[in-house]
């Protein structure tokens, strides 16, 4: 079994799950497609609630000094919103989205832009996009990408059915960031402990909140330049640790 592998998976059933999206998707009305994207937002807003629930679990709570775990949290998307912004991360994103766009949808049938956009970040946050591409690096098994595979390719469709083919084009991004990570798990060979990967998807948690309020047309957060906090967690939180 080649590195890479679990990544590859996930990349296929990204793609094949927006094709089907795309083919049932083309039968319904605007209207149906806009409820189905309201319905994805508020599948992700329970996502986000279920990820982020972490940050009140006893075991993360005394792995840091008293009132630190929201402050982590805070520090983290501050500086990743710093970071983020300088580089330009969401604006980038939405550039390569509105390049794709002209090459795969010239006649602008679907909102291609914000269905790569959306379904990138949802994609590429969450600590199983880390962790298990980093075990995958470290050839300690794919089972953590393969659930994701799994779960990403029921999302898809339903993505693709209401955001068209800019979903199976966020397999690019989500490909290149994973395989990444898969890097890492070569030349690093280390696992987050358990504390670090909790302020890791409470983060996530955050994150995926501002999708939601996207897909909902409540806010649109530029979630894309908020994904350095993700890489500032694990590391605020080790440091933070070291007082306790």
């Given at each position: ?52 629930k ?25 500086g ?8 330009k ?98 030349f ?20 995926l ?16 330049n ?19």
């Amino acid at each position: 079994m080649f590195k890479g592998l679990g990544t590859l998976l996930n990349v296929s059933t990204i793609i094949l799950g927006s094709i089907a999206g795309i083919l049932v998707g083309s039968r319904f009305k605007e209207h149906t497609r806009e409820l189905i994207t309201s319905a994805l937002g508020c599948v992700t807003l329970l996502a986000a609630a279920d990820s982020i629930k972490g940050l009140w679990s006893s075991e993360f709570i005394a792995a840091l000094p008293k009132g630190w775990p929201i402050l982590i949290v805070l520090f983290s998307l501050l500086g990743g919103a710093l970071i983020g912004q300088a580089i330009k991360i969401e604006e980038r994103m939405e550039s390569l989205g509105a390049i794709l766009k002209d090459r795969f949808d010239r006649n602008g049938t679907t909102p291609f832009i914000e269905g790569f956009v959306s379904s990138s970040l949802l994609f590429v946050i969450g600590p199983m996009a880390i962790l298990g591409s980093i075990s995958d690096g470290m050839g300690t098994g794919i089972s953590q990408l393969t659930l994701k595979s799994i779960l990403d390719g029921i999302t898809s469709i339903a993505f693709a059915a209401s955001l068209g083919w800019g979903v199976a084009l966020s397999a690019l991004p989500v490909g290149i960031y994973q395989l990444a990570w898969t890097a890492v798990g070569i030349f690093l060979g280390s696992v987050l402990p358990a504390y670090q990967i909790v302020s890791l998807t409470t983060v996530g948690g955050i994150l995926l909140l501002g999708i939601s309020l996207r897909l909902l047309r409540i806010k649109n957060i530029p979630v894309g330049n908020l994904l350095p906090a993700l890489f500032l967690a694990p590391l605020i939180t080790g440091l933070v640790h070291q007082f306790n």
